[in-house]
């Protein structure tokens, strides 16, 4: 049996370079429509849909609200039931998976080329859910689940306070978890006036990976996204930079996090540069392979100082706001020492040049790359660029843009993030964290 | 479900993507890159998948791993793959590899399983000669200074508490002790702690002078790469690499790894759920009807608490777990190895619930082998296809594929054969191979955890009968 299948013909046809660009089109609905074509995606394709909501949109009353709607993504919509959905997607081999993040909402899928119209229905039919009774319960019923699981989770927890401090509790500052003590406010009638606001084509992006722009904004126009009929829209307040600090005493080793405003998505420019800021700081963990961090100065830092478990380096990017810092896990009561070897770090990567700079280009640089080598992350990254900016980059021209980033552009985003007021979060052993005021005083630029 | 006939093209006309549902066209996986291969004088093969853009992935898989070892040295194979990165005569210690691999914006990594060791480097395009470099001086002239071996028992060693915290990897490890008991296979990758703390230079040497042989080599590489280029690298490169005197089929003939049904229960009431596996013995790598086990691992699914669908997931048995409340999660596998392999459910359940669920699990592979109908075969057809086909995604997955095929098949396969080999099964084919190797078998039966309601093991194995359903 096995000789028949070596004896058949399974030869391919020539295979030739494309090159990958972005393709984008506003549709008369206002539906954006973002493409990346050209390349090699492997035999499948993505197809994603970004909605601009989030937690940075709630309110007191609806805190909470987008961690249901992440939940009812795949219930019931005007054509479907939930089940008719879910067995849909999953017997035809494609994947999908949903998201809530503090400015969007976030449904990606997979699938072969032969399913690509069926998923693209699938999505303009998740735009249109009808919301029963009993749906809206049961998922409220699973947040709450999901919430529980995600307060018992120390990375989430601390980077809620960072935004939480950051932001001092308004737009990006906002609980992305949902609150518990708030989902039994949430009613069934205040989700349908969510969705009713917010579900519109001008609010929604849907991006494709792998597919022929010119064909999915033909089949695009087919189908309705959303309610377009709808007056009623959630406004969107700027977000603004505060910091300041937060302490909570808990068992076991210290969580440290110094943070401070980085850049938002639309700024190309800063962006690159603060990505590769990122790199120059790095990553101190143990167990980081190598091209990954083992030459950066957080590395060199955990290894050189036994109460420093493990540091890294973040770089968090929103529409109008971003956040740029340090997360780190000590040992005993050494926040106020490690809090001071970080500031210092910072202080010496602002004035990084040569082969140090070169080098964390580099990696900036290939870690962009091979990111958006697949699918999913080719779709976030243009997604993303598209939610927040104008002009959408290639993965490459995105490089490109890391190539240019001079000493210069380092020390100016330093300056401007450190002229700032820091967010300082500590969970752990609190009894020597320094004050904001001395934290400021050891970042002079 | 009508109106699905016209569907996206590329505008490429290289890239013509349109076919209906109903009559599925794979035209589209035949304009896929084709897979180069030369054999070396010394018998490296190095295969390539040219797909353009900016980054490249380029890798040595080694037919080598602890089915190599004795149980003397068990735990060599894994030693030694730590021990690569530690410095050779032009790059004396591990900084100097890591700095010139992070200068030019590279990574390295590493595994070993129980067949295969991988050393894989990804890099920017105009790079890949240094990769090749990198990786042919530490695979050929590693120093395995004996100060650094010592240090490096640490790290594995604390590699070996973490894996042995992780209820999976411990629940996999005795699996194999037990179904392949005396066999090479059942010793496990990481080797016994007294190994880990007495391994010696001398058999790291031996093992790789032994067993890191030109046929037994492979490079291969995805991405921006040219394969003549690659090629004469490596001839360059891997110069002093020598071929086997003994023949990779002679080698590998005299290692035999029988299957025993047997049970290894490991009771520890303090642990508040259930961890256990029940398996058979399956297909090597090579047999033709590999796709057809993959497949049945497709209809008995995995399930967990988490997945979106739920009660509604299509699986048979995940709506039963699901429904009846039965487990925590459970996942269907099913690992190939040269001359053997492992196929059964991994399960975690609350102890109270844990003979339900294992009878639920054997009586679900009775069901598949007596009357499976062709809509499930059908619909499972498709989704392995695609989770096949969505393997192939980025440079360093492609990469990886192929070294592992060509080590373990001796060739790629392409996507239209995959498609081919998965579209031609029939529920014949299904019923046939479920009967030969799911019903009226002695399993290999392993659990961790409050075991006092673990069923008895020829209750677990009476279910593989069908008159005991």
């Known amino acids: 049996m096995i000789g028949r299948f070596i004896a058949r013909n399974y030869t391919t046809s020539v295979f030739q370079e494309t090159k990958r660009v972005v393709e984008s089109t506003i549709l008369p609905s206002g539906l954006k429509v973002v493409s990346l074509v050209g390349g090699y995606t492997g035999p499948a394709v993505s197809l994603g849909l970004y909605i601009k909501t989030g937690s940075r949109n709630e309110t007191q009353e609806t805190a909470g609200l987008n961690q249901v709607l992440k939940g009812l993504a795949f219930e019931s919509n005007t054509n479907k039931l939930g089940l008719e959905v879910q067995r849909e997607i999953e017997s035809s081999g494609s994947t999908a998976f949903v998201q809530a993040s503090r400015d969007n909402l976030l449904i990606s899928t997979q699938t072969l080329p032969n399913y690509s119209l069926q998923m693209l229905k699938n999505l303009a039919n998740i735009t249109k859910p009808t919301l029963p009774f009993h749906e809206v319960r049961d998922v409220t019923e699973l947040v709450n689940q999901e919430s529980d699981a995600y307060n018992h989770d120390l990375y989430s927890s601390i980077f809620e306070s960072v935004h939480q401090t950051a932001f001092r509790g308004k737009t990006l500052g906002r609980p992305l978890v949902a609150p518990i003590c708030n989902l039994g406010n949430i009613t069934h009638e205040s989700v349908i006036n969510w969705v009713n606001a917010t579900y519109k084509p001008s609010n929604m992006i849907l991006v494709g990976v792998g597919l022929s722009h010119n064909e999915l904004i033909e089949e695009a126009e087919k189908v309705s996204f959303g309610n377009d009929s709808s007056s009623v829209s959630n406004s969107t307040e700027t977000a603004q930079y505060i910091g300041g600090e937060s302490l909570k005493y808990s068992t076991g080793n210290t969580q440290v996090v110094v943070a401070f405003e980085g850049t938002a998505q639309s700024n190309v420019k800063d962006v690159a540069a603060f990505s590769v800021l990122q790199s120059i700081l790095g990553n101190g963990s143990p167990k980081v392979a190598p091209g990954h961090g083992r030459t950066s100065r957080l590395f060199s830092l955990t290894k050189n100082n036994s109460n420093i478990v493990k540091s890294e380096a973040f770089n968090l990017t929103y529409g109008d706001s971003g956040l740029f810092g340090v997360v780190a896990e000590v040992e005993g009561a050494t926040v106020g020492k490690t809090v001071s070897l970080i500031t210092s770090e910072i202080v010496a990567a602002s004035k990084t040049a040569g082969q140090e700079l070169e080098r964390a280009k580099a990696i900036a640089k290939s870690n962009i790359l091979e990111q958006a080598e697949h699918r999913s992350c080719a779709l976030e990254f243009i997604g993303k660029q598209a939610l927040h900016a104008d002009t959408v980059l290639t993965p490459s021209e995105f490089a490109e843009e890391i190539s240019k980033v001079t000493s210069e552009d380092i020390k100016r985003v330093a300056k401007k993030m450190t002229s700032k007021k820091p967010t300082l979060v500590v969970v752990g052993d609190v009894s020597d964290a320094p004050t904001i005021e001395s934290v400021q005083s050891q970042l002079k630029l | ?469």
């Not at chain 2, 679900?364 to 995604?393: F, G, P, S």
Request: hydrophobic letters at 35%; a negative charge.
């Open chain 2, 1 to 469: 479900m009508s109106n699905i006939s016209k569907l996206f093209v590329n505008s490429t006309k290289n890239f013509s993507r349109s076919f209906s549902r109903k009559t599925v066209d794979p035209s589209f996986l035949k304009i896929t890159p084709e897979t180069k291969i030369t054999t070396l004088p010394n018998g490296i093969r190095v295969a390539t998948e040219q797909t353009y853009g900016e980054v490249a992935s380029v890798g040595v898989w080694v037919d080598s791993g602890s089915v190599y070892e004795t149980e003397k040295n068990n735990g060599v194979a894994h030693f030694l793959e730590h021990m690569i990165f530690k410095g050779t005569a032009k790059r004396p210690n591990p900084q100097s590899i890591e700095t010139e691999i992070e200068n030019m914006g590279g990574s390295l990594n590493a595994f070993t399983s129980r067949e295969h060791s991988a050393y894989y480097m990804k890099v920017l395009k105009d790079n890949v000669p240094n990769a090749v470099d990198i990786l042919s001086d530490i695979l050929q002239n590693s120093k395995f200074e004996t100060s650094l071996i010592e240090q490096e028992r640490d790290t594995i060693l604390s590699e070996n508490d973490y894996i042995q915290s992780k209820e999976d990897e411990v629940v996999f490890d005795q699996l194999h002790a037990t179904a392949f008991q005396g066999s090479p296979l059942g010793r496990t990758i990481l080797g016994p702690v007294e190994n880990i703390k007495s391994i010696t230079r001398d058999q790291i040497q031996e093992f790789i002078n032994e067993n890191y042989t030109g046929d037994r080599l492979v490079i291969s590489a995805a991405g921006a790469v040219n394969h003549e280029q690659l090629v004469e690298q490596v001839k360059e490169k891997f110069a002093n690499v020598k071929m086997s005197n003994v023949s990779k089929e002679q080698k590998r003939s005299t290692i035999v790894n029988d299957f025993v049904g047997s049970e290894i229960l490991v009771r520890d009431d303090e642990q508040p759920l259930i961890h256990f596996a029940v398996a058979v013995k399956a297909l090597p790598w090579t047999d033709p009807d590999y796709f057809v086990l993959e497949l049945i691992q497709t209809m008995i699914g995995n399930w967990n608490r988490g997945i979106a669908a739920g009660k509604n997931i299509a699986s048979n048995l995940g709506e039963i777990v699901a429904t009846e409340n039965l487990a925590e999660s459970y996942s269907t596998f099913f690992t190939s190895y040269q001359d053997t392999g492992l196929f059964g459910n991994y399960g975690v359940c609350q102890p109270e619930r844990v003979d339900d669920l294992v009878a639920e699990m054997i009586k679900e592979w009775q069901r598949i082998a007596t009357c499976c109908n062709k809509n499930e075969v059908e619909r499972n057809k498709q989704k392995l296809l695609a989770n096949t086909l969505m393997q192939y995604d980025g440079t360093s997955k492609v990469c990886e594929g192929i070294g592992r095929q060509i080590l373990t098949l001796g060739r790629r396969l392409s996507p239209f054969e995959v498609y081919t080999r998965i579209n031609e099964i029939t529920v014949a084919d299904v019923q046939r191979v479920a009967t030969t190797l799911l019903r009226d078998v002695s399993p290999a039966v392993t659990a961790i955890g409050p075991l006092a309601n673990f069923p008895d093991y020829n209750f677990t194995r009476g279910f593989t009968y069908w008159n005991r359903l």
